[in-house]
C-alpha cells in the first residue's frame, strides 16, 4: 500500500519550454503533497507544500510564477516548471501523506529534468 | 528552523566491514526520523522510520538508533555488501515536512 507515482521519471526540453510533471497516490488519498528538488549530489529541498483544492505554500526563495503546483484532487498533484532554464536541470521528488496521518511521507520514484 | 547533518559526508570500506553512519538534528521535538536510501539517479527507498517515542528499530543487517534528547540518530549496517553502495539520507519529521541531511555517500570495496 501506500504507492505513489511519479511521471515522467526522465525527460529534456528545449530552454524556453513548459514542463508537468505528475504526482498520483495510487492506493489512499493525499491530502498534502509535497515538491523537492534535489540538485547533484546535494540533499533534498523542499519546494512547496500543496493541500487539495487550495493555493500552495512555496519554500522562501522558490518563484511560484515559474513553479506552478496545482493540487486538483485528492490523488494528483502536477508540478509546471514555466520557461524552463538550464538552471532548473535536477531532480525533482514529490511525495504525499495518508489523510489523517500527518508525520509519514511517501516518496514518487522522482523525475530528472534537463534542461537544453 | 530544523537542520538536519550527516557525518561523514563519503565512506569507503573494505566489504565484510561493520560500519555506522552518524545524523544530527538540532530541533529535538521531532515525531520520527527516517533513513533512506538512494541510488546514483534513483528515487528514495526507505529503510528504516524509529518514532520519537522508539530508541531503534532493525531490518535484516540495518539498525537504526535515536537519542530524541541528544538529537542524534546512527544507521549500523553489519557485514557491509558491495550492494550496499549508495546515498543514505537521514531526515527527520516534526511539525513541517521532512527535513532531509545531505546524505552519506557509502562505498563498499569487493
Known amino acids: 500500500g501506500a504507492v505513489v507515482s511519479q511521471h515522467p521519471s526522465w525527460v529534456i526540453c528545449k530552454s524556453g519550454t513548459s514542463v508537468k510533471i505528475e504526482c498520483r497516490s495510487l492506493?489512499?488519498?493525499?491530502?498534502?503533497m509535497f515538491w523537492y528538488r534535489q540538485f547533484p549530489k546535494q540533499s533534498l529541498m523542499l519546494m512547496a507544500t500543496?493541500?487539495?483544492?487550495?493555493?500552495?505554500?512555496?519554500e522562501q526563495g522558490v518563484e511560484k510564477d515559474k513553479f506552478l503546483i496545482n493540487h486538483a484532487s485528492l490523488t494528483l498533484s502536477t508540478l509546471t516548471v514555466t520557461s524552463a532554464h538550464p538552471e532548473d536541470s535536477s531532480f525533482y521528488i514529490c511525495?504525499?501523506?495518508?489523510?489523517?496521518?500527518?508525520?509519514?511521507?511517501?516518496f514518487g520514484a522522482g523525475t530528472r529534468l534537463s534542461v537544453l | 528552523k530544523q537542520e538536519v547533518t550527516q557525518i561523514p559526508a563519503a565512506l569507503s570500506v573494505p566489504e565484510g566491514e561493520n560500519l555506522v553512519l552518524n545524523c544530527s538534528f538540532t530541533d529535538s521535538a521531532i515525531y520520527n526520523l527516517q533513513w533512506f536510501r538512494q541510488d546514483p539517479g534513483k528515487g528514495l527507498t526507505s529503510l528504516l522510520l524509529i518514532q520519537s517515542s522508539q530508541r531503534e528499530q532493525t531490518s535484516g543487517r540495518l539498525n537504526a538508533s535515536l537519542d530524541k534528547s541528544s538529537g542524534r540518530s546512527t544507521l549500523y549496517i553489519a557485514a557491509s555488501q558491495p550492494g550496499d553502495s549508495a546515498t543514505y539520507l537521514c531526515?527527520?519529521?516534526?511539525?513541517?515536512?521532512?527535513?532531509f541531511g545531505k546524505g552519506t555517500r557509502l562505498s563498499v570495496i569487493a
Open positions: 500543496s493541500n487539495e483544492g487550495s493555493k500552495a505554500t512555496y
Open positions: 531526515a527527520v519529521a516534526g511539525n513541517t515536512p521532512l527535513v
Open positions: 511525495s504525499a501523506r495518508v489523510a489523517g496521518v500527518w508525520n509519514i511521507q511517501y
Open positions: 492506493d489512499f488519498q493525499a491530502t498534502t
